[in-house]
């Protein structure tokens, strides 16, 4: 099993992939894999890695990096079409 994506905190809601993935696909992370990729998503990018309801923040680094601006389904490419930042 090669690692195809990195959870940098524990209470993070998004883990960074390693590497390109293609819609369907799942990360492996060293806990075990992900939800099934929703899209392609580019390698160094955001997905979620359980639900985000529009409105709450999205954890990155054990902190706060924006708040989910539509609902965010497991698997789902996390970046500014669904993410906003600022502190709150």
């Not at 923040?57 to 497991?74: L, R, S």
């Amino acid at each position: 099993m090669t690692l195809s994506a990195v959870l940098l905190h524990p209470e993070d809601t998004v883990v960074c992939l390693l590497r390109d993935h293609k819609e369907g696909e799942c990360a492996v992370l060293l806990s075990g894999t992900s939800a099934a990729l929703t899209s392609d998503t580019p390698m160094g990018h955001k997905i979620a890695l359980r639900a985000v309801v529009r409105g709450d923040p999205v954890i990155k680094y054990g902190a706060v990096i924006g708040y989910a601006t539509a609902d965010i389904a497991p698997g789902a490419h996390v970046h500014l079409h669904n993410l906003e930042g600022g502190l709150r």
